[in-house]
């Protein structure tokens, strides 16, 4: 469940020795940044989104990594998924990514999404498809990682297959629509 202060929440975890980077955490992005992203990719980021990334702006935590809206690398890789209105906030690390679809909300916010590099494209190959639905939004998204990461050596890593332990951590996964649940990612509910 989503804290009453999910800022600092998010900024006690990302101070946490064994997630965060080498250089830190920076700075979170200011509303110039973010109006300047907006203008530059043509996209509008909805008010949650904004409140996240001044927050967190990019950062390494662990084995996955925030991304920042400034971070020129990873946007012109990420054109594709711009090109969709599809927002990368995260990675993890392999080529695969966490993703909001910024066409509209659904239930009432913006779910995260992942997208597998192997297999999330078209029959042909060439289009990008949805994997599946992690987080009823970023704050959710962003704190269930972090935890996640602090856990790596527990018999913990069911984050987000255990249907139960993700419906109690996050409730209003239930109800996204615009992507498959993790456990019904292939249609079918995993074991």
Request: charged share 25%.
């Amino acid at each position: 469940m989503l804290s009453s202060n999910p800022g600092q929440e998010l900024l006690d975890l990302l101070s946490h020795p064994s997630i965060v980077g080498p250089d830190g955490v920076p700075p979170g992005a200011s509303e110039l940044e973010i109006q300047t992203f907006e203008r530059l990719h043509g996209l509008r980021l909805p008010p949650t989104v904004c409140d996240w990334f001044s927050v967190v702006n990019g950062a390494l935590c662990g084995t996955q990594w925030f991304v920042g809206l400034d971070y020129r690398p990873a946007v012109d890789h990420y054109h594709e998924f711009l090109a969709k209105s599809w927002l990368p906030v995260a990675e993890d690390g392999c080529g695969d990514c966490y993703l909001i679809d910024l066409t509209g909300p659904d239930q009432g916010d913006y779910p995260v999404f992942f997208w597998d590099h192997e297999r999330d494209r078209d029959a042909e190959g060439r289009g990008l498809i949805k994997g599946y639905a992690v987080a009823s939004n970023v704050w959710i998204f962003s704190l269930l990682l972090l935890k996640h990461e602090l856990e790596r050596d527990e018999a913990h890593l069911s984050w987000p297959f255990d249907r139960d332990r993700a419906l109690q951590d996050d409730p209003n996964l239930a109800g996204v629509r615009s992507a498959p649940l993790p456990w019904k990612a292939d249609g079918t509910p995993l074991d």
